[in-house]
């Protein structure tokens, strides 16, 4: 089992940059495959980006391609999204999330959650 817990979200202005960390308990890290999802108002969860137990591999969402980038530290048990040109519509609530499935994109496939942090971007 792994605990998470997500950081840095905040106000920022569009075009600005941000970047998340998402610190993991337990010592058991490694075995897990992590993702950041995002929930707007209104909206489903949806996919943000995701990391191979390694960090060697990673997956993007169309939507964040070429401005976001996911990265992890497996000796400090930590997940990072640094967010860059962001805009209005990145806005949302963002999730760190754990599982056991490479390359899933959904939701289901990810079995630990953090309680999220809230990114607000204005224009």
């Known amino acids: 089992q792994v605990q998470l817990v997500e950081s840095g979200g905040g106000l920022v202005q569009g075009g600005d940059s941000l970047r998340l960390s998402c610190a993991a308990s337990?010592?058991?890290?490694?075995?897990?495959?992590m993702a950041w999802f995002r929930q707007a108002p209104g909206k489903e969860r949806e996919f943000v980006a995701g990391v191979s137990y390694s960090g060697g591999a990673t997956d993007y969402a169309d939507s964040v391609k070429s401005r976001f980038t996911i990265s992890r530290n497996n000796a400090e048990n930590m997940v990072y999204l640094q967010m860059n040109s962001l805009k209005p519509e990145d806005t949302a609530v963002y999730y760190c999330?754990?599982?056991?499935?490479?390359?899933?994109?959904?939701?289901?496939?990810?079995?630990?959650w953090g309680q999220g942090t809230q990114v607000t971007v204005s224009s």
């Open positions: 999330a754990a599982g056991v499935a490479p390359g899933r994109r959904a939701s289901d496939d990810y079995w630990y």
């Open positions: 337990g010592r058991t890290f490694t075995s897990y495959v």
